[in-house]
T-cell receptor, first 112, second 115 residues
């Protein structure tokens, strides 16, 4: 059974600081996704990571994937309040069905 | 591109009644659609996967007779919660995948409250 573990589950940080969210998964997968969810809203796609060593950046967020270590990271640089949300990683089980297994999410709160 | 809509966005129903939720891919053909359920402050749990024209595949622990899924066309899937109970109250999110890529595109979600 594929397990996806995120940590931390809760993160309170000050504006301007840097931090990293980790996503570990238990079986081989070459496709990993990061999503953002605001309260009461659905998921917003942030990054799609499709190969070992993939690194993608958008604004203050940067995601990377190490398929050998079964680890993805979401790095936040110089956090701002607008980044406050819950962030989920999701691992694709593979095959043609595209089934995703989600981590429990990291609730990020950025305080002034 | 890749827009998925859901209707209704929220619904309140009485215990014992049935509720239908629609999921539409607006600008692409969805070979596969997924239905997720999210309880407050929890992650998304996959309920079922459906392919157009065939029966849905349900995840373990999801009652197929209670959560009826119909993927009648390449742009529409419906989830019917039959004989709803308060414990079915949740946020239901659908996603759609085209044959061109593995990425899933998520709908805005439907908040169901059963009183």
């Amino acid at each position: 059974e594929l397990k996806v573990e995120q940590n931390p589950l809760f993160l309170s940080m000050q504006e301007g600081k840097n931090y990293t969210i980790y996503c570990n998964y238990s079986t081989t997968s070459d496709r990993l996704y990061w999503y953002r969810q605001d309260p009461g809203k659905s998921l917003e796609s942030l990054f799609v990571l499709l190969s070992n060593g993939a690194v993608k950046q958008e604004g203050r967020l940067m995601a990377s994937l190490d398929t050998k270590a079964r680890l993805s990271t979401l790095h936040i640089t110089a956090a701002v309040h607008d980044l406050s949300a819950t962030y989920f990683c999701a691992v694709d089980l593979g095959g043609s069905q595209g089934n995703l297994i989600f981590g429990k999410g990291t609730k990020l709160s950025v305080k002034p | 591109g890749a827009v998925v809509s859901q209707h209704p966005s929220w619904v309140i129903c009485k215990s014992g009644t049935s509720v239908k939720i629609e999921c539409r891919s607006l600008d692409f053909q969805a070979t596969t659609m997924f239905w997720y359920r999210q309880f407050p402050k929890q992650s998304l749990m996959l309920m079922a996967t459906s392919n157009e024209g065939s029966k849905a595949t349900y995840e373990q622990g999801v009652e197929k007779d209670k959560f009826l899924i119909n993927h009648a066309s390449l742009t529409l899937s419906t989830l019917t919660v039959t004989s709803a109970h308060p414990e079915d109250s949740s946020f239901y999110i659908c996603s759609a995948m085209s044959g061109a890529s593995y990425e899933q595109y998520f709908g805005p979600g439907t908040r169901l409250t059963v009183t």
